[in-house]
Structures are given as structure tokens and as C-alpha cells.
């Protein structure tokens, strides 16, 4: 009798971590990733050395997109982001709707 190298619980195990990072993967952005993205675009706006934060972000109603020239998902987002630039703090406010597209395993966001 031939045994398995993994035993049976353990390959119950590995094939459902890889069923849900295989979900994870496609859809629509989570809002963790969406917030993410809005913060790193503000971060390459404005340079580097500037750090900036969501408050009170928020990510509702995503519809993938059905236009082969803007790809990826359309979301509303509300929220605010607080950027700060050489110590001076300003806030930006976040509501509309913005493209999200997911390039090399990160959300980048657009405007519409």
C-alpha cells in the first residue's frame, strides 16, 4: 500500500488555503486594498517624503468594468485622506467614483 506524503487532513488543508488565495486574486479590490492604493497614488503625487493616512475610508457598490480601454473595477469610495507634507497637515476628501485596476499583484486607482 502506497502512502501519501501528505496526509489526508494536511491535503484538505492545502487545498483550501490554495482555493482561497485563488479567490482572493480575482474580483473586485477588498477595501483594505482600495485604501491602500488611494494612499500610495497621493504618496507618488506628491513625493516620497510625504506621508498620508486614511480616515473614515469607505469602499461600496464595485462593477468590473466593461470597457477594454479603462480595465479593472469601478468603485464608489468616500473617506478622507490626511496628507503631510514638511509637517504641515491637509486633509482631502474622498467621494466619487475611481477606477481600480490590479497590475503585478497591486490595486493602482484612477480617477473615472
Same mark, same amino acid.
Given at each position: !500500500? =502506497? %502512502?501519501?506524503?501528505?496526509?489526508? /487532513?494536511?491535503?484538505?488543508? #492545502?487545498?483550501? @488555503?490554495?482555493? /482561497?488565495?485563488?479567490?482572493?486574486?480575482?474580483?473586485?479590490?477588498?477595501?483594505?486594498? @482600495?485604501?491602500? #492604493? /488611494?494612499? #500610495?497614488?497621493?504618496?507618488? !503625487?506628491?513625493? #516620497? %517624503?510625504?506621508?498620508?493616512?486614511?480616515?473614515?475610508?469607505?469602499?461600496?457598490?464595485?462593477? =468590473? +468594468? +466593461?470597457? @477594454?480601454? @479603462?480595465?479593472?473595477?469601478?468603485?464608489?469610495?468616500?473617506?478622507?485622506?490626511?496628507?503631510?507634507?514638511?509637517?504641515?497637515? !491637509?486633509?482631502?476628501?474622498? =467621494?466619487?467614483?475611481?477606477?481600480?485596476?490590479?497590475?503585478?499583484?497591486?490595486?493602482?486607482?484612477?480617477?473615472?
Amino acid at each position: !500500500m =502506497k %502512502r501519501s506524503f501528505l496526509p489526508d /487532513v494536511y491535503r484538505g488543508l #492545502a487545498v483550501g @488555503a490554495l482555493a /482561497v488565495g485563488l479567490t482572493a486574486c480575482s474580483g473586485a479590490p477588498s477595501t483594505q486594498d @482600495a485604501e491602500a #492604493a /488611494v494612499i #500610495a497614488e497621493y504618496q507618488r !503625487m506628491l513625493g #516620497a %517624503r510625504t506621508g498620508a493616512t486614511a480616515n473614515g475610508f469607505s469602499l461600496d457598490h464595485c462593477e =468590473k +468594468s +466593461s470597457s @477594454a480601454e @479603462a480595465p479593472g473595477y469601478f468603485c464608489d469610495v468616500a473617506g478622507t485622506v490626511v496628507v503631510d507634507v514638511q509637517g504641515t497637515s !491637509m486633509s482631502r476628501s474622498l =467621494k466619487g467614483r475611481y477606477r481600480f485596476v490590479q497590475a503585478d499583484g497591486q490595486w493602482q486607482v484612477f480617477p473615472r
